[in-house]
Nanobody, 126 residues
Framework: QVQVVESGGGLVQAGGSLRLSCAAS????????MGWFRQAPGKEREFVAA????????YYADSVKGRFTISRDNAKNTVYLQMNSLKPEDTALYYC???????????????????WGQGTQVTVSS
C-alpha cells in the first residue's frame, strides 16, 4: 500500500508564491513518476505537472508552464511543486499522485496514476 500526503497549501494574494510538498511511502516510489493534479469546484480534475522517477524530465500543463516548477528528492521520497506568479484561476484542491507504471514517462491523465493523496487547498485572492 502506498501513502501519499500533500502539504503546503494556503491562502495567497495574486502574484504570490507557494511551495507544495508531497511525501510518499509504502512503495519504492523513487522508481515511479509522480504527478500533481488540481480540481476546482464544479470542474474535473486536471493535470498540472509531472516528473520522471529520476527527476531528469518534467512535464507541465500549458496553463502553468513558466510559473510552476516540479522537482523531487528521492532520498526523502518527496516531490515538490513550486508555484510562482499565482493567479486566482489557480485556486483549487491540489493532489499528488504516484504513476501506475514503474519507470517510463509519466502520463497526463487521472487514469495513469493509482495512488492519490487527500489534497491540499490553494486559494489565490485577487
Amino acid at each position: 500500500q502506498v501513502q501519499v500526503v500533500e502539504s503546503g497549501g494556503g491562502l495567497v494574494q495574486a502574484g504570490g508564491s507557494l511551495r507544495l510538498s508531497c511525501a510518499a511511502s509504502g512503495r519504492t516510489v523513487s522508481s515511479y513518476a509522480m504527478g500533481w493534479f488540481r480540481q476546482a469546484p464544479g470542474k474535473e480534475r486536471e493535470f498540472v505537472a509531472a516528473v520522471t522517477w529520476s527527476g531528469s524530465s518534467t512535464y507541465y500543463a500549458d496553463s502553468v508552464k513558466g510559473r510552476f516548477t516540479i522537482s523531487r528528492d528521492n532520498a526523502k521520497n518527496t516531490v515538490y511543486l513550486q508555484m510562482n506568479s499565482l493567479k486566482p484561476e489557480d485556486t483549487a484542491l491540489y493532489y499528488c499522485a504516484c504513476e501506475r507504471r514503474r519507470g517510463g514517462a509519466p502520463g497526463a491523465t487521472v487514469s495513469a496514476y493509482d495512488y492519490w493523496g487527500q489534497g491540499t487547498q490553494v486559494t489565490v485572492s485577487s
